[in-house]
């Protein structure tokens, strides 16, 4: 039962670590493209509808994830008037997808690992 109760902890832990992978990697790609003013409330935005997509996107399949967190930072980023390309700003927000979740589950395979769940 202690395992059980440490691995549900563990696994919110890494859902907060996943969205705040999310976070930094969006700040980090509004700074690069130039945007100043209120950089950490865009960001908070940006990740959270990504986030979001890449939340709905797991539940339905795990490919999903690669293709609405996309979409959704896409979305997002249209209405931030950040000047980038259509096509660039989609494999942005693939790109920000793949490495947050890649970082993500490498950690919590480690840490299931580590608990002996794994």
Not at 93 to 110: D, K, M, Q, R, Y
Request: charged letters at 10%; proline letters at 1%.
């Amino acid at each position: 039962m202690l395992y059980r109760l440490i691995t549900l902890i563990g696994g919110l832990v890494f859902v907060a670590a996943l969205f705040a992978l999310v976070w930094f990697f969006c700040k980090k790609f509004l700074q690069h493209h130039g945007v100043t003013d209120q950089t950490s409330d865009r960001a908070t935005v940006l990740a959270t509808w990504t986030f979001a997509g890449i939340a709905i996107g797991l539940v339905f399949a795990v490919v999903g994830a690669f293709v609405l967190g996309p979409w959704a930072f896409y979305r997002t980023l249209r209405g931030h008037g950040v000047d980038i390309a259509d096509g660039a700003a989609i494999w942005w927000g693939f790109g920000i997808v793949a490495v947050s979740l890649a970082i993500t589950a490498a950690g919590f395979f480690g840490f299931l690992m580590l608990v002996g769940a794994y």
